[in-house]
């Protein structure tokens, strides 16, 4: 978007389309490119998320099932 409001500077009052076509397409360009990227890594941070949620509860699981174990009078 900088070079397309540049060229529309430099050209003065008579802007034309194709100074201006560059630049917006450069700029769309960009934005795809950075939402890709940002989709991409919003997905993997779920996943990481949810993978350490479930190791947390079996986690969770074994330590209450060995304090179980502990507080058993002796057989």
């Given at each position: 978007?900088?070079?397309?409001f540049h060229a529309m500077k430099i050209s003065g009052n008579g802007v034309e389309i194709g100074?201006?076509?560059?630049g917006i397409m450069q700029?769309?360009?960009t934005t795809v490119a950075g939402l890709i990227i940002g989709?991409?890594?919003y997905i993997a941070y779920?996943?990481?998320v949810v993978r350490?949620?479930?190791v947390v509860h079996r986690?969770?699981?074994r330590s209450i099932e060995?304090?179980?174990?502990?507080?058993?009078?002796?057989?």
């Open positions: 978007m900088i070079m397309t100074a201006l076509s560059g700029a769309m360009v989709i991409i890594a779920n996943t990481l350490v949620d479930k986690m969770e699981a060995f304090i179980d174990l502990l507080e058993e009078p002796g057989k």
